[in-house]
């Protein structure tokens, strides 16, 4: 199979697995429990990763963004351009690759065990839908818990950008905030929220088509993961051009 067939046809199945596992909006069982433990483990469970890489993006953005306005007489800019950066592009962007990292070789690694050993196979016999138990529940909880980590990397990558500001580069606190709210607007931040909910569900939807056609014991299961982290890093980057030129076209041609 080439490589065009091949992307139709895993297209195709992706689409029949979310459809089938969708279907558990509208009938019982609703497996709420089983959507709560996956959304404490995407998001309590990602949040420290997610804050310490927030922070050291918002410094290192600082240090050079500063060094480049310092040129220009325009050092107060800072905050400004730390900012917009951070909620328009990185932090989305990072802390779903850091997603697809941690959850998405998981739920790969998880399903396609579970595949090998034929335990999938038997909750079909025992009349139970693994798409709407173990899928659903997954996509739920990376929709949900992706936008609300980028909000943590926001907040956290702005302190540190602030606390470079103004330890290293003398720039008053009062300049930076004001500079950094001023440089946002409500656009900016639905953008800076609509990402990460596209890039979570990516995340979930490969890492589970990923888990699910696991074949070959060990080895493929261990194929499978490494496929799923390399496969959702390039579909968010991909999807992250379109989504970017979406925004520009329907925000306010000022902003950009």
């Known amino acids: 199979m080439n490589l065009a067939l091949k992307i139709v046809y895993e297209t195709h199945e992706a689409t029949l697995m979310v459809g089938r596992a969708l279907t558990g909006f509208v009938r ?16 309590v469970g990602s949040l420290p990763i ?27 800019y800072t905050g400004r351009l730390v900012a917009t950066s951070l909620v328009r592009e990185l932090a989305p962007v ?7 990292g941690r959850i998405g070789s998981g739920i790969a690694a998880e399903l396609g065990s579970m595949t090998v050993s034929e335990q999938i196979d038997a909750m079909r016999a025992l009349g139970t839908d ?14 949900i818990m992706g936008p609300a980590l980028t909000v943590f990397a926001n907040i956290v990558g702005i302190i540190g950008g602030l606390i470079i500001s103004l330890t290293i580069l003398h720039i008053p606190t009062s300049v930076y905030t004001t500079s950094a709210r001023d440089a946002l607007n409500y656009h900016d931040i639905f953008g800076g929220l609509l990402k990460p909910v596209v890039f979570g569900f990516i995340v979930a939807v490969v890492g589970c ?3 699910l056609r696991t074949r070959g014991g060990t080895v493929g299961v261990g194929l499978s993961t490494t496929q799923s982290v ?3 890093i390039l579909l968010i980057l991909i999807s992250d051009f379109f989504l970017t030129k979406l925004l520009i076209a329907l925000g306010p041609s000022s902003v950009y």
Do not use: H
């Not at 019982?28 to 998001?43: A, C, H, N, S, W």
């Not at 050079?64 to 107060?76: I, K, R, S, V």
């Not at 990072?94 to 697809?100: G, S």
């Open 28 to 43: 019982r069982p609703f497996y709420i429990k089983e959507t709560v433990q996956q959304m404490d483990l995407v998001g």
């Open 50 to 76: 997610v804050m310490l890489a927030g922070f050291f993006i918002g410094a290192v953005l600082a240090l050079q963004t500063a060094a480049t306005l310092q040129a220009f007489g325009a050092q107060n």
């Open 94 to 100: 990072l802390t779903c690759i850091l997603l697809a």
């Open 130 to 143: 693994p798409l709407r138990k173990l899928v659903l529940p997954r996509i739920i909880a990376l929709v």
């Open 209 to 211: 088509r990923c888990g």
């Open 230 to 232: 390399v496969m959702a």
